[in-house]
């Protein structure tokens, strides 16, 4: 009698997913061995430990844990007095928010996944920012959801192309993906652009996820404007997390604000698709949504001193390098911890294009910058701005010498 041999398949929605940052960041990058490693590729801001999180945040969790109370599972939605807390720290004049309009994840990821999945069918299509997060795509494409790309321009600080996102809308569209502040390019909406935006939706009778979380982590003058404060009558699922502004991103706690502008029963069925949804994993870590309530009282004064001024000053320091360095150019970030430095590829004597620009930099001066074709942005690399001022000196002198070597 043969012996039938093993097959074991795979399934066709786990073979179509696949996530470029990870990806590359898994890839067994070639570093030189002779120089300390500076990844400016990590969008962690805990990677080098110049930023912690607020004691409140340790002891609040210890207590947490200490309580044996937040050791069980609780609604999948989350605890409702965690989203009581979070409905209390986002609530809006315009939109105010209870309970009920929250719903906590592991972290804005699943955030994302759930507002998504339960917008748009298999077959259907949403608009995303290009340059952009890349895990937008890779949910979509894991849920058979087609992304349509609309191009933000770099030359007005990557503000939304209002002619091209409109000409994208077809019958199959069922949301628009708006991310304020932006990953990876460091820019923040004005109240006006935004409204702009919104406008859109609101003329196709589309609803928007909102991917807030870099929140205030904005630079003045410019200021942190949410979707939903400004009065265009459009659903809003606002996204965040306590990954950046919280300087916890392995805690994986995040979460939905649903926000009603329309009003009636416009939401009903959208909110019953997230509550089925949550229920795939059965809700987000309970020790964290235990400490949730003490959490989300931190002053933003904290987060603005510790966290978004460093950040800024870490931005200037980068700008002010590059301007000096001939073969790249990069706009002064305006918030969030990123910047997108432009190759000026005519300009080197070997190197083509962005993914050869990265390769070489971390195989001869140990500095990782992320391709701009990760996020759909040829010629352009991605640097996080989060890292030790002692780095960015060493990591600036580093991509000066490279740049000069390389020069024609
Ligand atoms: C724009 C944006 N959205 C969502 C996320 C995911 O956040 P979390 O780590 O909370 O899942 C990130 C993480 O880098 C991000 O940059």
Redesign the pocket.
Known sequence: MSVKSWSVKASSCAMRTSNIIRMIMGSGLQWNPEKSRIPLSI?DPTVFGNLKTHQEVVDATVDAVKSFKSNGYTDSSGSPTAREAIAERFSLPEVPLTAADIVITS????A?DIATNALCSEGENILLPRPG?P?YATQCDHAGIASKFYNLIPEKNWEVDLKHMDSLVDSKTRAILI?NPS?PCGSVYSAEHLRDVLRIAEKHRLPVIA?E??LDMVFPPKKFVPCASLGVKVPILSVA?L?KLWLV?GW?V?WICIQDLVGGSCLDEVRDAITRLTTIIVGANTIVQGAIPRIMKIPAKWHYDEVTKVVEKHSRMFFDAFKKIDGIRMEMPEGAMYGMMEIEVDKFKDIENDLQFSQMLVKEESVHVLPGSAFLMPNFCRIVTSVPEDRIVEACERIAAFCKRHMK
């Open positions: 969008g972290g804005c990821s699943q994302l997060f895990l991310n990953n991917d979380t870099y997390s990954a991103p994986r995040g």
